[in-house]
């Protein structure tokens, strides 16, 4: 995970292992350079990180406006605010500090878990004031300060978990510190929070817990003098302030937070829960914030709780003023140390921190390795060069082949000056390596004089450049060097001395440090200019073949110098090589003395290049004979192509025929698709035609329809004209013609029911028209029943007819006006019957129109159908005629593309040939001569080793024979000892006490039963076992297996003497204790073939060994010692030898050690003490093979 943190890119190096809060943003951080490390974490709770922001803010900005004395200020570790999401969505934030080295506090009064892993509250909550009590044991100062400003700020978490000692070598005393802040602002501004301070009001209450359990400042109430002396800073602090300072101070750390850092409902939260203040619900964070309210209300309570500090007593009564808290710092010379891979920028960070936070007087200097710092400044340099050419930090243009520098040395001689000829080509950033590195062996700076006038020009024209503020950077950076070596050759003089260069010396890291964050805030902006890549060198511009050619020797020899300083020849270096005229040049200056005054191995160089010229004079020589054998089977290659042209040439004609046989099949395809095409169209337009024509005739239908409406209607208003007349005739006649009167309205009724009839029959009609090309069958149903219709219509006229006979029979001095009405009815029934058969006529021809078109359609619908199928097998044939055309031609052009394709392999293959030969008949040659030799070698191999092995098995066997000798010898001189008295063993001992050293020796040796010689052989038979392991290990150095062998044979030997004295017990049927050596040797032999057959290194494979079988021979021990006290003696000659195992020479120095001073090997009463003791000699003396090497 990379996060953005003040303009530089932190990468997490390592994620965080401990902690209630566990983010996967939560680690450890480092830059691009590896020189500023960082922690990176972020609660979950929101409110818990704002309180640790607000709390950090508050006190840096203490710190930084000098409240507080500067030695006190790494006792406050307080973190501020880094941005941790992509910047696309919702912000999100996190806690940034730099990386503390520090040791927790419940380490150091050991309150920790078993395992170390974190404090145990049980363990402070029943004894903490006494486990507190330990901190009287060291020098220490810090914590006073640490605890004031945590309770002040409300942050009552001072528990040895959030106390730490800070590491720093250079203070005797130790340094206190409070990490942590989130429990800051609790409660602040409750009344019963601000009573008394030491208590805190959320853990207040009988039956509250927390007063058992987080009440940590009475952890300290038992170290007398601490609380008076927090009282004592809290008046200085106050001291300190001006009037409104603080709200100046608050207001000034609200506005370094984000305004976006919480949200809304956040505050609500916050102000409620913690801090106890509704006026924070309302305070705006970020630049533009004054603080509102809020502001005066917490300097108010700040204000307070500061008072209540400055009124703190001890909670014990004083016993003595030796007992008394005190802070003390005592400062020793800080001593100037090196990490392995620790970059330059954080060196020199870390030697003036410790220069600069105490007034120091002196320095060591003594394991300030020179070599390794000229090396470690170089390494920085080349980074710094790399990155200023990545980024084009020097504005070299695309166009230009030439330094910046030409301007400044517009007469340059082509001639060597000091060992190096002037190029105007060369990269600004190799011309910084030359002038700035620092020489490991010399510690002194390697001349590049073309480059030393001009660069000093240019700086002084040009003081604000990227390239003077590099150069700035470099000499701050030698400085150093030279002052550090000044100081460390001055050690032995004279104070004064050491007062005069010490303030030189914290100039110098002050300067560089300055000069790299100028150097860092030019690196961070890219440039303008697109960077310039060169691709014949990586040391010099492009230079062509016209500027080459009109160089001198000396400049030709110059870059050839240069070019050997990368990895693989580059492209510049063979253009020189190659050319005979170009090295002629080169060869006169190489042997002239222009180069001799160089001190970079310049012999060596010499020679490579010579080595060179050779190799690519025979490269080249190769070269021209490849190029005529390929040339010759070229040739040969060609009249086979030609001829396979001339071939494909006929296949292609033949391809040709058939495709223009296709092309015209194809056309007379497409032509008969276009003329079905036409005949499908004439089809369409017909069928639209005829869609046409019944839409006419519906419309006509339509209009006829209206007009039978028309007219209905006409008669019905004739009808009602009619009634009214008859009426207005039969007025004078009612009571004659009262049935003409009555039968009249029927008549009438029925006039109407008829037009009712009518009318509903047009109705029907119409609906029958309208669904006329949907449902047939439905338009033969209304038909039906219009003709039904008509039927009653002409029953009903029958009636009507047979009323009017009626009429005119009973009614004779009406029978004009029924003769009038009579006829009016004629007519009406004639129109009315012609309406009807003009409708039935015109329905049946609508009919009749319907099935035509409907036969049409259908016929219609058939032709398309088969034009469609007849289209889509056309446009099949076409697909599938154009696909093999396609076809066809994809296959010549591959057929032509195969032949070029095989023509070029075949050249190929035939070069590859030639070249396969030849390597195969060097490599023939070279692996017969390497066979030859290998096989000499095995043999000579082979023959050292049997002899090897010869002389081991005698040697064993005379070690063997010599051993049990001595052993018998020495069973011998045991037995005779234990008949001796008491009174004899006391005066032997007095007279041995006053004899000479070697005598002294001798008789302790004799007094334990174990000859003087006994152990004498066993550490020569070490020795030689070392000797054989490290010979063995130089002539063959993969058989690990054979070397670890030789190295365990004095074991071995000692192994084989418990298998004899085992078959003793064994005859003495001594079950138990046969038992235990038998077990004990078949144990021993097995860690011994696990020794020689490990994986491991040589190193931890003998660690396992020499921890494996001390524990094998203590547990035999125990049985063996109760049942004969001489197994001693035995086991203590197996355990010796163990020991000494892998140290050679050294065995000596540690047996003489131990036998002069400590004590007398292996007697009767203390041989298990004396062989602890030997064992953590030889643990303490760090004894192995790499020891003894």
């Given at each position: 995970?990379?996060?953005?943190?003040?303009?530089?890119?932190?990468?997490?190096?390592?994620?965080?292992?401990?902690?209630?809060?566990?983010?996967?943003?939560?680690?450890?951080?480092?830059?691009?350079?590896?020189?500023?490390?960082?922690?990176?974490?972020?609660?979950?709770?929101?409110?818990?990180?704002?309180?640790?922001?607000?709390?950090?803010?508050?006190?840096?900005?203490?710190?930084?406006?000098?409240?507080?004395?500067?030695?006190?200020?790494?006792?406050?570790?307080?973190?501020?605010?880094?941005?941790?999401?992509?910047?696309?969505?919702?912000?999100?934030?996190?806690?940034?500090?730099?990386?503390?080295?520090?040791?927790?506090?419940?380490?150091?009064?050991?309150?920790?878990?078993?395992?170390?892993?974190?404090?145990?509250?049980?363990?402070?909550?029943?004894?903490?004031?006494?486990?507190?009590?330990?901190?009287?044991?060291?020098?220490?100062?810090?914590?006073?300060?640490?605890l004031m400003f945590s309770i002040w700020l409300s942050a009552h978490s001072v528990h040895s978990g959030n106390i730490v000692t800070l590491n720093n070598d250079k203070m005797i005393s130790k340094q206190r510190a409070r990490l942590d802040w989130g429990d800051a602002f609790r409660f602040l501004a409750h009344p019963k929070n601000n009573e008394n301070i030491l208590y805190a009001y959320e853990n207040r209450g009988v039956l509250n817990y927390k007063?058992?359990?987080?009440?940590?400042?009475?952890?300290?109430?038992?170290?007398?003098?601490?609380?008076?002396?927090?009282?004592?800073?809290?008046?200085?602090?106050?001291?300190?302030?001006?009037?409104?300072?603080?709200?100046?101070?608050?207001?000034?750390?609200?506005?370094?937070?984000?305004?976006?850092?919480?949200?809304?409902?956040?505050?609500?939260?916050?102000?409620?829960?913690?801090?106890?203040?509704?006026?924070?619900?309302?305070?705006?964070?970020?630049?533009?914030?004054?603080?509102?309210?809020?502001?005066?209300?917490?300097?108010?309570?700040?204000?307070?709780?500061?008072?209540?500090?400055?009124?703190?007593?001890?909670?014990?009564?004083?016993?003595?003023?030796?007992?008394?808290?005190?802070?003390?710092?005592?400062?020793?010379?800080?001593?100037?140390?090196?990490?392995?891979?620790?970059?330059?920028?954080?060196?020199?960070?870390?030697?003036?921190?410790?220069?600069?936070?105490?007034?120091?007087?002196?320095?060591?200097?003594?394991?300030?390795?020179?070599?390794?710092?000229?090396?470690?400044?170089?390494?920085?340099?080349?980074?710094?060069?790399?990155?200023?050419?990545?980024?084009?930090?020097?504005?070299?243009?695309?166009?230009?082949?030439?330094?910046?520098?030409?301007?400044?040395?517009?007469?340059?001689?082509?001639?060597?000056?000091?060992?190096?000829?002037?190029?105007?080509?060369?990269?600004?950033?190799?011309?910084?390596?030359?002038?700035?590195?620092?020489?490991?062996?010399?510690?002194?700076?390697?001349?590049?004089?073309?480059?030393?006038?001009?660069?000093?020009?240019?700086?002084?024209?040009?003081?604000?450049?990227?390239?003077?503020?590099?150069?700035?950077?470099?000499?701050?950076?030698?400085?150093?060097?030279?002052?550090?070596?000044?100081?460390?050759?001055?050690?032995?003089?004279?104070?004064?001395?050491?007062?005069?260069?010490?303030?030189?010396?914290?100039?110098?890291?002050?300067?560089?440090?300055?000069?790299?964050?100028?150097?860092?805030?030019?690196?961070?902006?890219?440039?303008?200019?697109?960077?310039?890549?060169?691709?014949?060198?990586?040391?010099?511009?492009?230079?062509?073949?016209?500027?080459?050619?009109?160089?001198?020797?000396?400049?030709?020899?110059?870059?050839?110098?240069?070019?050997?300083?990368?990895?693989?020849?580059?492209?510049?270096?063979?253009?020189?090589?190659?050319?005979?005229?170009?090295?002629?040049?080169?060869?006169?200056?190489?042997?002239?003395?222009?180069?001799?005054?160089?001190?970079?191995?310049?012999?060596?160089?010499?020679?490579?290049?010579?080595?060179?010229?050779?190799?690519?004079?025979?490269?080249?020589?190769?070269?021209?004979?490849?190029?005529?054998?390929?040339?010759?089977?070229?040739?040969?290659?060609?009249?086979?192509?030609?001829?396979?042209?001339?071939?494909?040439?006929?296949?292609?004609?033949?391809?040709?025929?058939?495709?223009?046989?296709?092309?015209?099949?194809?056309?007379?395809?497409?032509?008969?698709?276009?003329?079905?095409?036409?005949?499908?169209?004439?089809?369409?337009?017909?069928?639209?035609?005829?869609?046409?024509?019944?839409?006419?005739?519906?419309?006509?239908?339509?209009?006829?329809?209206?007009?039978?409406?028309?007219?209905?209607?006409?008669?019905?208003?004739?009808?009602?004209?009619?009634?009214?007349?008859?009426?207005?005739?039969?007025?004078?006649?009612?009571?004659?013609?009262?049935?003409?009167?009555?039968?009249?309205?029927?008549?009438?009724?029925?006039?109407?029911?008829?037009?009712?009839?009518?009318?509903?029959?047009?109705?029907?009609?119409?609906?029958?028209?309208?669904?006329?090309?949907?449902?047939?069958?439905?338009?033969?149903?209304?038909?039906?029943?219009?003709?039904?219709?008509?039927?009653?219509?002409?029953?009903?006229?029958?009636?009507?007819?047979?009323?009017?006979?009626?009429?005119?029979?009973?009614?004779?001095?009406?029978?004009?006006?029924?003769?009038?009405?009579?006829?009016?009815?004629?007519?009406?029934?004639?129109?009315?019957?012609?309406?009807?058969?003009?409708?039935?006529?015109?329905?049946?021809?609508?009919?009749?129109?319907?099935?035509?078109?409907?036969?049409?359609?259908?016929?219609?619908?058939?032709?398309?159908?088969?034009?469609?199928?007849?289209?889509?097998?056309?446009?099949?044939?076409?697909?599938?005629?154009?696909?093999?055309?396609?076809?066809?031609?994809?296959?010549?052009?591959?057929?032509?593309?195969?032949?070029?394709?095989?023509?070029?392999?075949?050249?190929?293959?035939?070069?590859?040939?030639?070249?396969?030969?030849?390597?195969?008949?060097?490599?023939?040659?070279?692996?017969?001569?390497?066979?030859?030799?290998?096989?000499?070698?095995?043999?000579?191999?082979?023959?050292?080793?049997?002899?090897?092995?010869?002389?081991?098995?005698?040697?064993?066997?005379?070690?063997?024979?010599?051993?049990?000798?001595?052993?018998?010898?020495?069973?011998?001189?045991?037995?005779?000892?234990?008949?001796?008295?008491?009174?004899?063993?006391?005066?032997?001992?007095?007279?041995?006490?006053?004899?000479?050293?070697?005598?002294?020796?001798?008789?302790?040796?004799?007094?334990?039963?174990?000859?003087?010689?006994?152990?004498?052989?066993?550490?020569?038979?070490?020795?030689?076992?070392?000797?054989?392991?490290?010979?063995?290990?130089?002539?063959?150095?993969?058989?690990?297996?054979?070397?670890?062998?030789?190295?365990?044979?004095?074991?071995?030997?000692?192994?084989?003497?418990?298998?004899?004295?085992?078959?003793?017990?064994?005859?003495?049927?001594?079950?138990?204790?046969?038992?235990?050596?038998?077990?004990?040797?078949?144990?021993?032999?097995?860690?011994?073939?696990?020794?020689?057959?490990?994986?491991?290194?040589?190193?931890?494979?003998?660690?396992?060994?020499?921890?494996?079988?001390?524990?094998?021979?203590?547990?035999?021990?125990?049985?063996?010692?109760?049942?004969?006290?001489?197994?001693?003696?035995?086991?203590?000659?197996?355990?010796?030898?163990?020991?000494?195992?892998?140290?050679?020479?050294?065995?000596?120095?540690?047996?003489?050690?131990?036998?002069?001073?400590?004590?007398?090997?292996?007697?009767?009463?203390?041989?298990?003490?004396?062989?602890?003791?030997?064992?953590?000699?030889?643990?303490?003396?760090?004894?192995?093979?790499?020891?003894?090497?």
């Amino acid at each position: 995970m990379t996060i953005t943190y003040n303009g530089k890119e932190l990468t997490r190096f390592k994620a965080k292992s401990s902690g209630k809060n566990q983010s996967e943003i939560d680690g450890f951080y480092r830059d691009a350079l590896d020189c500023e490390r960082y922690f990176i974490k972020k609660p979950a709770d929101q409110c818990e990180l704002f309180a640790e922001a607000f709390a950090g803010a508050i006190l840096q900005e203490i710190m930084d406006r000098g409240l507080i004395d500067k030695i006190y200020h790494p006792s406050l570790i307080v973190a501020s605010v880094v941005r941790v999401d992509d910047g696309t969505g919702k912000p999100e934030y996190a806690l940034i500090q730099p990386m503390v080295s520090f040791v927790a506090l419940h380490e150091t009064i050991e309150t920790s878990y078993t395992d170390g892993s974190d404090r145990d509250p049980l363990k402070e909550a029943y004894a903490g004031s006494d486990y507190y009590l330990r901190l009287l044991e060291q020098q220490q100062f810090g914590l006073t300060s640490a605890l004031m400003f945590s309770i002040w700020l409300s942050a009552h978490s001072v528990h040895s978990g959030n106390i730490v000692t800070l590491n720093n070598d250079k203070m005797i005393s130790k340094q206190r510190a409070r990490l942590d802040w989130g429990d800051a602002f609790r409660f602040l501004a409750h009344p019963k929070n601000n009573e008394n301070i030491l208590y805190a009001y959320e853990n207040r209450g009988v039956l509250n817990y927390k007063s058992w359990t987080k009440d940590y400042f009475l952890n300290y109430k038992k170290i007398p003098g601490l609380f008076s002396a927090m009282a004592e800073k809290g008046r200085l602090f106050k001291a300190a302030l001006q009037e409104n300072e603080l709200l100046d101070i608050l207001r000034s750390a609200l506005q370094k937070l984000p305004a976006d850092l919480i949200e809304q409902q956040t505050k609500d939260r916050f102000a409620q829960k913690d801090i106890y203040m509704d006026s924070f619900r309302t305070v705006q964070l970020g630049p533009e914030s004054d603080g509102g309210t809020f502001i005066p209300e917490m300097a108010k309570i700040l204000n307070h709780r500061l008072d209540k500090i400055t009124e703190l007593q001890d909670l014990t009564l004083q016993s003595a003023m030796g007992d008394m808290y005190q802070s003390i710092f005592v400062a020793t010379p800080p001593l100037l140390q090196m990490e392995q891979e620790q970059p330059f920028p954080e060196l020199i960070r870390t030697w003036a921190g410790l220069l600069g936070q105490i007034g120091v007087e002196s320095v060591r200097t003594e394991e300030v390795n020179f070599g390794q710092l000229a090396k470690c400044f170089n390494d920085y340099l080349n980074t710094v060069a790399e990155h200023c050419e990545q980024q084009n930090i020097w504005q070299h243009k695309r166009e230009e082949n030439h330094n910046f520098f030409t301007a400044f040395k517009p007469d340059a001689s082509k001639a060597a000056l000091h060992g190096h000829a002037y190029i105007a080509h060369y990269k600004e950033s190799v011309i910084l390596r030359h002038l700035s590195i620092v020489d490991p062996k010399t510690l002194g700076m390697l001349r590049f004089a073309p480059y030393e006038a001009p660069s000093t020009d240019y700086c002084r024209h040009f003081p604000d450049s990227p390239w003077a503020k590099m150069q700035r950077l470099a000499t701050a950076g030698q400085n150093i060097i030279l002052q550090l070596r000044l100081i460390q050759n001055g050690q032995m003089l004279e104070d004064d001395f050491m007062k005069e260069k010490l303030p030189v010396l914290q100039k110098a890291l002050d300067d560089f440090m300055q000069y790299k964050t100028e150097v860092d805030a030019l690196l961070a902006h890219d440039s303008e200019v697109t960077p310039v890549s060169t691709h014949d060198s990586s040391f010099f511009y492009d230079i062509d073949e016209q500027t080459l050619n009109a160089m001198s020797g000396d400049q030709l020899a110059t870059i050839c110098f240069e070019e050997l300083n990368a990895p693989h020849p580059s492209r510049l270096i063979m253009r020189i090589l190659k050319s005979d005229s170009l090295w002629q040049e080169v060869d006169d200056s190489l042997n002239g003395d222009a180069f001799m005054g160089r001190q970079d191995d310049i012999c060596e160089k010499r020679n490579k290049i010579c080595q060179w010229r050779q190799l690519v004079q025979m490269t080249t020589a190769m070269q021209l004979e490849n190029e005529a054998q390929v040339r010759d089977g070229f040739a040969q290659q060609l009249k086979e192509r030609d001829h396979k042209l001339e071939q494909a040439k006929v296949q292609q004609s033949e391809i040709e025929l058939k495709i223009n046989t296709l092309t015209q099949h194809i056309g007379k395809l497409t032509q008969q698709i276009k003329e079905d095409t036409e005949q499908h169209q004439h089809v369409l337009e017909q069928q639209k035609e005829v869609r046409l024509s019944l839409n006419e005739q519906l419309k006509t239908s339509e209009n006829e329809r209206l007009k039978a409406e028309i007219t209905v209607a006409q008669l019905q208003v004739e009808l009602s004209d009619l009634g009214k007349r008859l009426q207005l005739q039969t007025k004078s006649t009612q009571e004659e013609q009262l049935k003409t009167a009555q039968q009249v309205d029927a008549l009438n009724q029925q006039i109407d029911k008829l037009t009712t009839q009518i009318k509903e029959n047009a109705a029907q009609a119409q609906m029958a028209l309208e669904q006329s090309a949907e449902a047939n069958r439905d338009l033969k149903a209304q038909l039906d029943t219009a003709e039904l219709k008509q039927l009653e219509a002409k029953e009903a006229i029958g009636v009507l007819e047979n009323q009017l006979r009626e009429f005119d029979a009973a009614h004779l001095k009406g029978k004009e006006h029924a003769s009038a009405l009579e006829q009016q009815i004629v007519a009406l029934k004639r129109l009315v019957e012609e309406n009807l058969e003009q409708y039935q006529h015109a329905l049946a021809q609508l009919d009749d129109e319907k099935s035509g078109l409907e036969q049409k359609l259908n016929l219609s619908e058939k032709e398309r159908s088969q034009a469609q199928s007849t289209s889509e097998q056309l446009t099949q044939q076409i697909h599938l005629l154009t696909r093999q055309a396609a076809e066809q031609k994809q296959m010549l052009g591959r057929a032509s593309a195969s032949l070029d394709l095989l023509t070029e392999q075949v050249a190929q293959k035939e070069v590859e040939i030639q070249r396969l030969k030849k390597e195969f008949a060097e490599q023939t040659q070279h692996s017969k001569d390497m066979a030859n030799a290998s096989l000499d070698l095995l043999t000579v191999q082979v023959t050292q080793k049997e002899e090897e092995i010869q002389r081991l098995r005698k040697e064993f066997a005379e070690q063997t024979q010599h051993s049990k000798d001595t052993a018998s010898a020495s069973l011998d001189l045991l037995t005779a000892q234990v008949t001796q008295k008491e009174e004899e063993i006391q005066h032997l001992k007095k007279e041995l006490a006053e004899q000479a050293a070697y005598m002294k020796q001798s008789a302790k040796l004799n007094d334990s039963g174990l000859e003087p010689d006994a152990v004498q052989q066993l550490i020569v038979e070490q020795i030689a076992a070392q000797k054989k392991y490290e010979d063995a290990l130089k002539k063959e150095k993969k058989n690990i297996q054979f070397a670890r062998t030789l190295q365990m044979a004095p074991v071995v030997k000692r192994i084989e003497a418990l298998q004899d004295k085992a078959r003793e017990l064994d005859k003495r049927n001594e079950a138990p204790a046969f038992n235990a050596v038998t077990t004990l040797v078949a144990n021993m032999y097995k860690a011994v073939h696990a020794y020689i057959d490990s994986d491991k290194s040589d190193d931890d494979a003998l660690t396992d060994f020499k921890t494996e079988a001390p524990r094998l021979i203590q547990a035999a021990d125990k049985d063996l010692g109760e049942h004969r006290k001489k197994w001693k003696y035995v086991l203590a000659n197996l355990s010796l030898a163990i020991l000494t195992v892998g140290i050679g020479y050294l065995a000596a120095m540690v047996v003489n050690k131990v036998m002069n001073k400590r004590f007398t090997f292996f007697n009767e009463t203390d041989s298990h003490a004396k062989l602890k003791e030997l064992e953590l000699d030889i643990t303490n003396t760090k004894l192995g093979p790499a020891a003894s090497a």
